[in-house]
């Protein structure tokens, strides 16, 4: 794991609540596979856990590095073996 300083990080808490996921899915839609990226909330994200895990399967890591009652902190990783597993050819 490389230091957590290097890696980019939205602290959701400084951005208006309509234009959170989409920022995060924009940054997370640049990650490298390998990479990571590092978010700071008010509150469990456990939605945006859910529609990563929904909308994107086996892409993403999920990390939680600090678990509130005041702050949560969590970590996301791009898989390097992201993509569908089925046998449409695509790699989405």
């Known amino acids: 794991m490389s230091d957590l300083q290097e890696k980019p990080l939205i602290d959701v808490r400084t951005v ?40 994107f399967p086996g892409q993403f890591g999920w990390d939680y590095l600090e678990q509130g009652p005041e702050v949560w902190r969590v970590e996301i990783d791009r898989l390097e073996d992201g993509g569908c597993d089925c046998c449409c050819g695509s790699d989405h």
């Open 16 to 55: 208006p609540p309509r234009e959170r996921h989409p920022r995060i899915f924009g940054m997370l839609g640049a990650l490298l596979p390998g990479k990571s990226m590092l978010i700071t909330s008010d509150h469990d994200p456990r939605p945006l856990h859910y529609q990563l895990e929904t909308n």
